[in-house]
């Protein structure tokens, strides 16, 4: 989150929308709460607010698991990534002081970032869009990008702007 303030600093950027896919996401829902005012507007595609549970928690244990018996430096990064993602805050309770334009969208299979997660943002968020993209997962960007990138930019194309 710190990296992405120090950037639009560096950039001169006083005021930015934000889209980010699973942990980008989460840090874009991060950067908004810390700080609203060079928030423009947020996308969130797949994005987890609470406690990493379920499949994510399983893959990343037994991927970690696997890492730590190595010596590399991806691995270790790899660790320590997945120990941060474990341990970082449950923000569920603060998106009711979103208060920016929020498109949210997930696959209706994703089964690292259920539907059910985004749901729980979009009640939580005023006013904002839930989209569920049909036969796709956790990469929908990917697996359906004509109709990703369509909700995107009618998101982007609706925002009243100067």
Request: hydrophobic share 40%.
């Amino acid at each position: 989150m710190e990296d992405l303030r120090q950037l639009l600093d560096h950039l001169a950027v006083e005021r930015a929308h934000l889209a980010g896919l699973s942990m980008g996401g989460y840090v874009a829902l991060s950067f908004t709460l810390a700080h609203p005012e060079r928030v423009g507007a947020l996308i969130l595609a797949g994005t987890n607010c609470g406690p990493v549970e379920g499949t994510l928690r399983a893959w990343g244990e037994e991927k970690a698991a696997r890492m730590r018996q190595k010596s590399t430096p991806s691995a270790r990064q790899f660790v320590r990534a997945h120990e941060a993602t474990i341990a970082r805050p449950d923000l569920t309770g603060r998106l009711s002081e979103i208060e920016k334009p929020a498109l949210i969208i997930v696959g209706e299979s994703d089964t690292i970032t259920p539907p059910g997660i985004s749901e729980v943002m979009h009640g939580g968020i005023a006013g904002s869009r839930l989209v569920v993209l049909p036969g796709c997962g956790h990469r929908c960007h990917e697996e359906q990008s004509d109709a990703f990138n369509s909700v995107v930019s009618d998101f982007l194309d609706r925002l009243d702007t100067p």
